[in-house]
């Protein structure tokens, strides 16, 4: 029976693996997320059969069925703006069944090697961070506390906890006998207040990075923890998305021209230092017929959804008024920027939601270089990402960050509820650039208004 379990643990990990590969294509994601969950279906079943469950069944069920509830409840009834807020959640969670693992396997009476204690503790480290600054990411962005709080000295602050927790992590691992609840708790306690501690000065445009690392902090605790307790199935699985999170990490930071010590400490997410250059110029209000003539008879229109598109639920009459163009023989492209929405992929999930078309949806360094040839930039509910200031103003927080160049284009739209700043609270030099025209109001709206326009054309 080992045989068989151990066998099914690893056709589980290697269906982890196929389905990871299948996501990295639009086209093939679906399958892939199917192929990930039958992975963990065997591995699920297959865990009632190993040799350490000692009859724990009624548990085990029990546990499966009120997970399994509150997460198809909670996931049919998520919208898709809240969707990163979902993936904080879930990611935490991660994170805290990881912990609870090496919390179990700390109190045990029997001896394990020096190197399963180091793992166990790190294990245990890592993920309880992941679970409480994935908290503060999920309460940032479901608006339940503000985007930033900081204090005084607060890097020193987090640095003492930090050294403190190690040390108690170090103690641990070496004394070499087995804890009860007290020296425990106060590790996790201080684990669970740095992680909330590192995360509540973070701005609410650096989550989509912040719950990236979290993402690889979880996968790296899980795989610890599977090699302590020697399951094949936790070490490949937390091993790949340990791996697959901080590759993802690296590429956002990276999209923003900043290292990750700059996203953990510094003020990015909280709109400058006061400094920046005020924009110039009048913000030049358009009329939807107007707007709607302009595309009709271009030759080419770029479209760049933001965050706004998705408050505003937007993305199918987008895809209507697409056709629409398309129909008159327009060509239209949509621009992603690899950080636009709330977390990684979140424009291009909620066009495909639309039906939009892969091979039209292209990424900044794809499309960048077209914007000069383009007649109508239409951008909406986006902001940084678009913002000119990352380019010229050194004294703004997005300087440097690579932007999708809708300045460049012979004219640009915008579609914006209202004269206020984006979600950094950075003021836009675009909005008041000569070829920059603003239709306001709610996206699904304004586009409604398009659609009505075109058609009457």
Do not use: C
């Not at 699985?237 to 690296?250: F, H, K, W, Y």
């Not at 949806?361 to 000069?372: H, P």
Request: negative net charge; without cysteine.
């Amino acid at each position: 029976m080992d045989f068989i379990v151990d066998g099914s643990y690893f056709i589980a990990a290697i269906l982890f693996i196929f389905g990871l590969k299948r996501m990295s294509s639009p086209v093939t994601a679906r399958r892939g997320i199917v192929w990930a969950g039958v992975g963990m279906v065997l591995a699920t079943i297959i865990t009632y059969f190993h040799k350490d469950i000692h009859h724990n069944y009624v548990w085990m069920s029990l546990a499966i069925l009120i997970g399994g509830a509150i997460a198809w409840v909670t996931a049919k009834r998520v919208k898709m703006t809240d969707m990163p807020q979902m993936i904080a959640l879930y990611n935490g969670m991660g994170g805290g069944a990881a912990a609870a693992i090496a919390a179990v396997i700390l109190m045990q009476e029997k001896e394990i090697s020096i190197t399963l204690q180091v793992l166990a503790v790190f294990g245990a480290l890592i993920g309880t961070i992941a679970l409480s600054g994935s908290m503060i990411a999920f309460a940032k962005l479901q608006g339940l506390m503000w985007k930033t709080y900081r204090f005084p000295n607060q890097q020193w602050v987090n640095l003492f906890v930090f050294l403190v927790t190690l040390i108690i992590g170090f103690y641990i691992t070496f004394s070499g006998t087995a804890y009860g609840m007290g020296i425990l708790s106060i590790f996790f306690i201080l684990a669970l207040i740095f992680g909330v501690l590192m995360t509540i000065p973070i701005g609410g445009a650096d989550m989509p990075v912040v719950i990236s690392l979290y993402n690889a902090f979880t996968g790296l605790a899980v795989g610890f923890e599977g090699y302590v307790i020697g399951n094949p199935a936790m070490m490949i699985a937390g091993i790949v998305v340990g791996s697959a999170g901080t590759m993802l990490t690296q590429l956002m930071a990276k999209a923003m021209n900043r290292p990750i010590t700059n996203v953990l400490f510094s003020n990015f997410g909280d709109g400058g230092d006061g400094k920046i250059e005020a924009a110039t110029g009048s913000m030049k209000e358009i009329d939807a017929n107007d707007v709607a003539v302009m595309m009709a008879f271009a030759e080419k229109v770029i479209i760049v959804p933001g965050y706004g598109m998705a408050v505003a639920q937007a993305q199918h009459k987008v895809w209507e008024m697409t056709k629409l163009l398309q129909e008159r023989g327009v060509t239209v492209k949509f621009a992603i920027h690899p950080v636009a929405g709330r977390m990684p992929g979140h424009m291009n999930v909620l066009l495909a939601e639309a039906g939009v078309p892969y091979d039209i949806i292209y990424d900044l360094d794809e499309i960048n270089e077209e914007f000069e040839t383009t007649d109508v930039t239409l951008v909406i509910g986006a902001n940084d990402v678009v913002n000119p200031a990352a380019r010229t103003d050194t004294n703004s927080p997005i300087y440097g960050m690579p932007i999708l160049n809708a300045d460049a284009s012979k004219n640009t739209i915008v579609i914006k509820r209202g004269k206020g700043t984006g979600f950094t609270g950075i003021e836009n030099q675009l909005f008041f650039a000569e070829k920059t025209n603003m239709l306001y109001g709610d996206g699904a709206t304004a586009v409604s208004e398009l659609i009505t326009a075109i058609k009457e054309l």
